[in-house]
């Protein structure tokens, strides 16, 4: 997917092609996540589809529940959804910095030889 540190930069029309696809990787990660979540709360709260969506979001994006939680199979449902959400944040961000980073790193990159002294 990225280029060898031995291979030249992309162009900057490629790169902004990558950093969209990339947009649309952590989009689809955070909608998955979301549908997770919508479907849990109904389920498992029998909440509506909307109260569902708003909680699922709400715990997504980091801001806790708005319903209180009725039943046991709820509230650890909205426990491991909350852990998850945290990780999903993590990933997201990751797939959305990784190729800035990369790019960093190619331009600045310095080979170094097989007695530890730099090149070029």
Not at 23 to 42: D, F, K
Request: glycine share 8%; charged share 10%.
């Amino acid at each position: 997917m990225y280029e060898h540190f031995r291979q030249p930069l992309i162009s900057r029309a490629a790169f902004l092609l990558r950093i969209a696809w990339h947009v649309l990787i952590a989009l689809g990660i955070v909608i998955v996540s979301l549908a997770i979540g919508i479907v849990g709360y109904h389920e498992f709260e029998s909440l509506s589809w909307i109260d569902a969506t708003v909680n699922a979001a709400m715990i997504l994006g980091g801001m806790g529940p708005v319903n209180p939680l009725n039943t046991n199979a709820g509230k650890l449902f909205a426990s491991f959804y909350a852990l998850f959400s945290g990780i999903i944040f993590l990933v997201a961000i990751a797939v959305l910095l990784a190729p800035a980073v990369h790019r960093f790193l190619h331009r600045f990159h310095v080979e170094f030889d097989s007695e530890g002294s730099t090149k070029g």
